[in-house]
């Protein structure tokens, strides 16, 4: 089945000490998205990638980086974990940016520990 | 500023009907989705809605008045399962996509 797949689906880490999250998808989609959503709030949108354009919200801190080395593959790395970080990181895909549903797929999430 | 308002909670009783409201004020339109979010899972894709009127799926329908910035979701027959969160997003003029906290729909039986 095609789809999108995170790893790890826990991480614990050190405060301060570096994470990277991976996201793979199989739908061949364009658009991947990184959202960070803590309890009981909405999903926030860190970064997206139309094919290799990277995308970056003006408010999403400097100590998160992103990376799509191919269009299967998109990183999050957290350079510097503090504990305001702890949260679920959400991988999602869509099918193009702009008009149209373009419906979001998602990745069953990371699950950040910050100790 | 752009704002999406559902209410936090909701109790149904199984086998009945709930209707969670959503409410938006953001910079254009360029639709609405509903989402099931499941307790520590990702969100899946319920509804889409880009005119005004009722989309049925199923057991769920979801309605949508652009005039008002008001949608609602429509859950009939409920089941257990259904117990999740429901977020509710727009897209705005920029094709951005402004979402809800999500209501959280609590079913008894």
């Known amino acids: 089945d095609a789809m999108v797949i995170q790893n790890p689906r826990y991480q614990v880490t050190q405060f301060g000490k570096p994470v990277t999250l991976s996201c793979s998808q199989t739908?061949?989609?364009?658009?991947m998205y990184w959202y960070q959503q803590k309890s009981s709030q909405a999903p926030k949108l860190l970064f997206h990638?139309?094919?290799?354009?990277?995308?970056n919200e003006a408010d999403t801190p400097d100590n998160f980086q992103s990376r799509r080395p191919n269009t299967s593959f998109c990183f999050l790395d957290i350079r510097s974990p503090g504990l305001g970080d702890a949260a679920m990181y959400l991988c999602?895909?869509?099918?193009?940016?702009?008009?149209?549903?373009?419906?979001?797929?998602f990745g069953a999430g990371s699950r950040l520990t910050v100790l | 500023g752009q704002n999406i308002d559902q209410p936090t909670e909701m109790t149904a009783t199984e086998g009945a009907i709930v209707q969670i409201n959503c409410t938006y004020q953001?910079?254009?339109?360029?639709?609405l989705f509903w989402y099931q979010q499941h307790a520590g899972e990702a969100p899946t894709f319920l509804s889409y809605?880009?005119l005004d009127g009722l989309e049925e799926k199923g057991r769920f329908s979801s309605f949508l008045s652009r005039s008002k910035g008001y949608s609602y979701l429509l859950l009939k027959e409920l089941q257990m399962k259904d117990s999740a969160s429901y977020l509710c997003a727009v897209k705005d003029s920029n094709y951005q996509l402004i979402w809800g906290a999500g209501t959280k729909l609590i079913i008894k039986p």
């Open positions: 953001t910079s254009g339109f360029n639709g």
């Open positions: 739908l061949n989609h364009n658009v």
């Open positions: 999602a895909t869509s099918t193009a940016s702009g008009s149209g549903a373009n419906v979001l797929t």
């Open positions: 990638y139309y094919d290799k354009d990277f995308n």
């Open positions: 809605n880009v």
